[in-house]
């Protein structure tokens, strides 16, 4: 692992659990659309993917539908779903230890920049972190291959070989497959087991906690 010199870290469901912002976020745009969806345990595979394409898939939204309806997200989410949030227990304690061991530490999130960076300061877990790479407000780079190409030119292009994507979901995993990068999958966050299964990342950490024995080991 320590080949591994830059570490790509993915923000929802890797670094904090941010169910309740998200899910409620989705509910009160759902609602502005006439859909109404009281159970927000089926709204959590939202937390992940870019918005556009989980409205899209789930919900037949046109890019016009979905555009008004992450519209009616961002209302909520800047207001109150932003900081409906909290960080993993362990996670500010092995981003110092690996900062100290001089790794080089990225978020690659296809969350906005605007809104990870706010996150990430309220939590104090900006200190821990190189660089921050992320999606625009108007889609422009919410695809993970994107953000992580990104990622990567803000880093200096390091050699892929040395770069480690972590994150909860397949597009992570998808997204540094296509960049030639090894990846980690997180089993504590939002991700089935199945879907992670199917993704065949490199490495699979159950807790955080072995998530800190793999980076170490």
């Known amino acids: 692992m320590t080949r591994y010199t830059h570490l790509l870290f993915d923000l929802d469901g890797t670094l904090t659990d941010p169910k309740e912002g998200i ?11 006439g859909i109404e969806e ?28 979905a555009q008004e309806a992450i519209g009616w997200y961002r209302e909520y989410f800047t207001e109150r779903g932003m900081f409906q949030n909290e960080v993993y227990p362990g996670i500010p304690q092995l981003l110092a230890e690996l900062g100290a061991e001089g790794r080089k530490l990225i978020v690659a ?16 877990l900006d200190r821990h972190f190189a660089h921050l790479a992320g999606s625009e407000l108007d889609g422009t780079r919410s695809d993970k291959a994107d953000v992580i190409a990104y990622a990567l030119e803000l880093a200096g292009f390091p050699p892929v070989s040395a770069c480690l994507m972590i994150g909860d979901r ?48």
């Open 109 to 124: 999130t296809s969350k906005p920049i605007v809104f990870a960076k706010q996150i990430l300061a309220h939590f104090g």
């Open 23 to 33: 899910t409620r976020s989705v509910q009160y745009a759902l609602g502005r659309m």
């Open 38 to 65: 009281p159970d927000l345990d089926k709204l959590t595979p939202f937390i992940g993917p870019p918005l556009q394409v989980s409205l899209r898939e789930r919900y037949g939204f046109t890019p016009e539908q």
């Open 170 to 217: 397949k597009y992570d995993i998808e997204g540094a497959r296509a960049h030639g990068m090894d990846s980690a999958a997180v089993a504590y966050g939002y991700g089935t087991a199945e879907e992670l299964r199917l993704a065949q990342p490199a490495y699979t950490a159950a807790t955080v906690r072995s998530l800190a024995e793999l980076l170490r080991g």
